[in-house]
């Protein structure tokens, strides 16, 4: 049976550490809620405001595909494989960590960055690291959001950035009154990165969604989208755990 369940932007998780201003979907660092420490694959979501000249000194991850979704401002990534740009507004990148990666991501800008810190498990152990980026269309979308990343095998020839899991992440500014159908292969949780929006499943359960909330959609192969206000909105396609 279909479910869908709505997480308000005030009952995330919250670390406010001066410098970085973070909402936890799930469980993390110093933030522990048992009932939500994953969605399938889907380890993290951060909602992060990272301050003018900040940003997360260099440390160490593996075996996990760590995406990164640029609301507003940029940041500049440096990695230990000799790696270095900056994504900006509305655009993405991913890094796989595999048998290991050092990486820094400050903000240079003189401004706020704020972006979605997004982590899926790997489903290979120990790929050679690596990471890419990529920018995408700004415009508002008119018949379907726009493919971002994605692992699965039916999307490999579709522009995407690549992460190794079978899942795929959508994204787009969406105007208001405009309706979208959305396919997603697995399960669900969306985003509401900015403005009002409603989602309908095919069995007519309905929640509206406010900047900052996600929600998580199970057994629901479709569903509609229903814009609001101006909104952006993320899809993140996600397999059950492994």
């Known amino acids: 049976m279909s479910s869908l369940t709505l997480y308000p932007y005030q009952d995330l998780g919250h670390a406010d550490h001066g410098w970085l201003n973070a909402r936890h979907h799930f469980s993390f660092a110093r933030y522990w809620n048992p009932a939500r420490v994953h969605f399938g694959e889907l380890r993290v979501i951060n909602d992060d405001i ?7 000194a260099p440390h160490a ?10 609301r507003s401002g940029a940041i500049t990534h440096r990695d230990s494989m000799g790696n270095e740009g900056k994504t900006g507004a509305g655009d993405v990148q991913v890094m796989s960590a595999g048998s290991g990666v050092t990486h820094s991501e400050m903000n240079s800008e003189n401004v706020d960055t704020i972006l ?3 982590w ?7 790929v050679t690291p690596r990471w890419e980026a990529k ?3 700004k415009d508002m979308v008119e018949n379907t959001l726009h493919l971002l990343v994605s692992g699965q095998p039916e999307h490999q020839d579709k522009g995407a950035l690549f992460i190794y899991q079978d899942a795929a992440i959508y994204g787009g500014k969406v105007a208001k009154g405009s309706v979208l159908q959305q396919t997603i292969k697995h399960n ?4 509401a990165s900015m403005g009002t ?3 309908t499943l095919p069995d007519g359960k309905t929640i509206t969604l406010n900047k900052g909330d996600g929600a998580e959609i199970v057994e629901a192969p479709t569903f ?7 909104a952006e909105v993320i899809v993140i396609d996600v397999p059950s755990e492994q």
């Not at 669900?188 to 985003?191: E, H």
């Not at 509609?224 to 101006?230: K, N, S």
């Open 197 to 199: 929006f409603s989602i």
């Open 61 to 70: 991850h593996d075996n996990m595909e760590i995406i990164t979704y640029v």
């Open 116 to 118: 979605y810190q997004i």
């Open 224 to 230: 509609t989208i229903t814009a609001l206000d101006d």
């Open 50 to 56: 990272v301050a003018a000249g900040r940003g997360f």
């Open 135 to 137: 920018s995408f269309p």
């Open 188 to 191: 669900a949780y969306v985003l």
């Open 120 to 126: 899926i498990e790997s489903h290979t152990r120990d």
